[in-house]
T-cell receptor
Framework: AQSVTQPDIHITVSEGASLELRCNYSYGATPYLFWYVQSPGQGLQLLLKYFSGDTLVQGIKGFEAEFKRSQSSFNLRKPSVHWSDAAEYFCAVGLFDRGSTLGRLYFGRGTQLTVWP | DAGVIQSPRHEVTEMGQEVTLRCKPISGHNSLFWYRQTMMRGLELLIYFNNNVPIDDSGMPEDRFSAKMPNASFSTLKIQPSEPRDSAVYFC???????????????FGPGTRLTVL
């Protein structure tokens, strides 16, 4: 069965410090992988996605993620965190439905990021 | 683009009452998803539609929940009768299928926060 694990429930970093949020997935085939961010009271905004090709994916707001098949991981990174990055971050794996197009997403439980000034 | 529109943004009701949540997907999108977010279970898919047809409703908790998509620009999620354990944030998301591998991205609405007393 497919699943997504985000081991860190809450992470605190200082502004300007680097950030890495961990994500591990369990899926029998080549996964479609996503990172979303959710600010308080808001919906989810897509940061980046991986479908195939280059395993280092660039996203919005200076985020990047690296797909490592051998480790079943898709960790999110940012070299220098800004106070506005404080939010909850969700990793997700997407499944294909009939027709080989993207269907449902399975989400991790999220990582809450706090940024100290 | 207006994005995915959900209404109401907040709903407070009493146990036993009927609740209807509404969603307008992004124009031109042909897949629509209903998710529920709770502290206990995180983000989970309830149901999704392709071209107004329900494809996967395995996440619908029980018969009290029903969803319809009468046309490409409108969907409802109904709970009747509502119970306190239905309290959650309900998200609607939409995507455009068939744009080729790697183009399917789910865009989320702001959510409806439901409180059942």
């Amino acid at each position: 069965a497919q699943s997504v694990t985000q081991p860190d429930i809450h992470i605190t970093v200082s502004e300007g410090a680097s950030l890495e949020l961990r994500c591990n997935y369990s899926y029998g085939a080549t996964p479609y992988l996503f990172w979303y961010v959710q600010s308080p009271g808001q919906g989810l905004q897509l940061l980046l996605k991986y479908f195939s090709g280059d395993t280092l994916v660039q996203g919005i707001k200076g985020f990047e993620a690296e797909f490592k098949r051998s480790q079943s991981s898709f960790n999110l990174r940012k070299p220098s965190v800004h106070w506005s990055d404080a939010a909850e971050y969700f990793c997700a794996v997407g499944l294909f439905d009939r027709g080989s197009t993207l269907g449902r997403l399975y989400f991790g439980r999220g990582t809450q990021l706090t940024v100290w000034p | 683009d207006a994005g995915v529109i959900q209404s109401p943004r907040h709903e407070v009701t009493e146990m036993g009452q009927e609740v209807t949540l509404r969603c307008k997907p992004i124009s031109g999108h042909n897949s629509l998803f209903w998710y529920r977010q709770t502290m206990m279970r995180g983000l989970e898919l309830l149901i999704y539609f392709n071209n107004n047809v329900p494809i996967d409703d395995s996440g619908m908790p029980e018969d009290r929940f029903s969803a319809k998509m009468p046309n490409a620009s409108f969907s409802t999620l109904k709970i009747q009768p509502s119970e306190p354990r239905d309290s959650a944030v309900y998200f609607c998301a939409s995507t455009k299928r068939g744009g080729g591998t790697g183009t399917d991205t789910q865009y989320f609405g702001p959510g409806t926060r439901l409180t059942v007393l």
